[in-house]
């Protein structure tokens, strides 16, 4: 194996030399979450920080008002989505803010990095490893994404560097899901400066290089999931999430945008050369053996 040891790299993180804390977005109406990611993450060589997270039942005001918006189609409706033809809920909004909210808090605390955890998130083994070792060796990333959503077999990708576990990766292919990330100071100020008054859930927009221009890797097969636990968004939102417009001109546009985001994408990922297309390989989505309904404390051995 290529680097520092396991045991050195996290010796390494705990000394210091990492500056990361781990910053987990968490409704107060949901202490067992919390005490969930205390569990998970609150042992770890890294301090752990509590960002209270938006609530949308508790009214529109707060929310709307972190980033100015206001509601086009009461009483949920924030305003039309461009890249999926369809109304931005209030609920995704709220939690677009928390997610803003805490590059806030993140950058407030002076750390050089902080990964961005959702309340629901669950490492599995190999975790730590690879965090520490993606801190200490090689150049920072703008943006490296330790999470993505079940997927069957493998993506594109460009190799980057081995972090034993999984492998840091360039994808081809985008990779939705905002529960666990890692930010520079750099890419946090570049999210809350071209954030503006999107209207877009804040997983595709953290995804979407074309919109934020931060350069953007993932980990290869990801190694934090998310729990599985009923989500605490999804009746709120239903209601204008699948409104949609049947105008061919809006379809004509979704269909650019969305080219142009993929595009982005692309480029980043080849790094300028089209060359990098020549080092291109199958990388896996999840850990060898998961199963879309799996618990990572079910699966000790689910990475080796």
């Not at 409706?77 to 909210?101: D, I, K, T």
Request: net charge positive; aromatic share 8%.
């Amino acid at each position: 194996m290529n680097g520092p040891a396991p045991a050195r790299a996290i010796e390494q993180a705990a000394a210091g030399h990492a500056g990361l804390g781990i910053f987990a977005v968490n409704l107060d109406r949901s202490p067992e979450r919390w005490a969930a990611i205390e569990r998970h993450f609150g042992q770890l060589s890294w301090p752990l920080h509590r960002v209270a997270a938006l609530d949308a039942t508790k009214g529109a005001d707060h929310v709307l008002a972190v980033r100015g918006l206001t509601l086009s189609s009461p009483p949920n409706g924030v305003g039309w989505n461009p890249y999926r033809q369809r109304m931005f809920a209030l609920v995704e909004e709220a939690c677009f803010a928390s997610h803003l909210l805490a590059w806030r808090q993140f950058l407030d605390s002076g750390l050089e990095r902080g990964l961005i955890l959702e309340d629901d998130a669950e490492p599995f083994p190999g975790f730590e490893e690879a965090m520490a070792r993606l801190l200490s060796e090689g150049a920072p990333i703008d943006i490296v994404k330790f999470e993505g959503i079940y997927r069957k077999g493998g993506r594109l990708a460009i190799p980057v560097r081995d972090l034993g576990a999984a492998k840091l990766v360039r994808s081809l292919r985008p990779c939705s899901g905002g529960a666990a990330y890692v930010l520079t100071r750099r890419s946090a100020q570049r999210l809350i400066e071209t954030a503006g008054k999107l209207c877009l859930p804040v997983d595709d927009f953290i995804w979407s290089q074309g919109l934020h221009g931060c350069d953007l890797a993932h980990l290869s097969p990801w190694l934090i999931m998310q729990s599985g636990a009923a989500s605490t968004m999804v009746t709120a939102r239903t209601p204008n999430r699948h409104v949609k417009r049947r105008d061919p001109v809006n379809f004509l546009a979704q269909g650019v945008r969305r080219l142009g985001l993929r595009f982005s994408l692309w480029r980043n990922a080849l790094q300028g050369s089209p060359l990098s297309l020549l080092a291109a390989r199958q990388a896996p989505w999840c850990p060898a053996g998961f199963a879309k309904h799996d618990a990572p404390a079910a699966r000790p051995a689910a990475v080796e």
